[in-house]
């Protein structure tokens, strides 16, 4: 099972929006609705953000939201901030691993 | 708030054994499905492993089968990893996580990391 494809770094400045892709195939991300989200500072755990695609758990921010359309997933982060500044990966249940991860994107706000 | 937290990292040499432990608790731990993810120095997550609530389904990476071994002890609310075999490659930073209880495919609480590093 391939990892599904990230951008490997985004940009933005502060109070900009910025969209994470998550590329996968009809085995993955085209068929199921469980991509979720995770948000990762370094050296720490990662953190849920987002689940079944575009739902996201309490004392989330709903600066962060998620969609779907095809093969690709997608987060937002709307009014970009200093403290999103951090890696992102995306997750999806798969017919055959049961699951797999984006390739990860790191976050820079400029 | 639920909290997981890991033991039984450390180095070991190829072709060697570990034992990761995974402590759960303030959460019904026999209700969850729970998993196993690993973190190579510098790279991406990877999804290693996981087990149903009672035991009985256990699933694994191709990276893995046949060497590594989920297990759980619901009397003890612990998780583990049995890890055989071992080769550099299997070195990373390794999280255990619940998946959330409404079968929604997403991991909501997540271990600190115990790191293994497997070299001569």
């Known amino acids: 099972q391939s990892a599904l494809t990230q951008p490997a770094s985004v940009s933005g400045s502060p109070g900009q929006s910025i969209t994470i892709s998550c590329t996968g195939t009809?085995?993955?991300?085209?068929?199921?609705?469980?991509v979720s989200w995770y948000q990762q500072h370094p050296g720490k755990a990662p953190k849920l953000m987002i689940y079944?695609?575009?739902n996201r758990p309490s004392g989330v921010s709903n600066r962060f939201s998620g969609s779907k359309s095809g093969n690709t997933a997608s987060l937002t982060i709307s009014g970009l901030q200093a403290e999103d500044e951090a890696d992102y990966y995306c997750?999806?249940?798969?017919?055959?691993?049961?699951?797999?991860f984006g390739t990860g994107t790191k976050v820079t706000v400029l | 708030e639920e909290q997981l937290v890991e033991s039984g990292g450390g180095l070991v040499q190829p072709g060697g054994s570990l034992r990761l432990s995974c402590a759960a608790s303030?959460?019904?731990?026999?209700?969850?499905?729970m998993h196993w993810v690993r973190q190579a120095p510098g790279k991406g997550l990877v999804w290693v492993s996981r087990?149903?609530?009672?035991?009985?389904?256990?699933s694994y990476a191709d990276s893995v089968k046949g060497r590594f071994t989920v297990s759980r002890d619901n009397a003890k609310n612990t998780l583990y990893l049995q890890m055989n075999s071992l080769r550099a490659e299997d070195t990373a930073v390794y999280y255990c996580?619940?998946?959330?209880?409404?079968?929604?495919?997403?991991?909501?609480?997540w271990g600190q990391g115990s790191l293994v590093t497997v070299s001569s």
């Open positions: 996580a619940r998946e959330k209880e409404d079968y929604s495919r997403a991991f909501d609480y």
């Open positions: 079944e695609v575009s």
């Open positions: 303030r959460f019904t731990f026999s209700f969850s499905w």
């Open positions: 009809s085995s993955d991300v085209g068929v199921y609705n469980y």
């Open positions: 087990i149903s609530g009672d035991g009985s389904i256990t």
């Open positions: 997750s999806s249940y798969t017919r055959s691993s049961p699951y797999v």
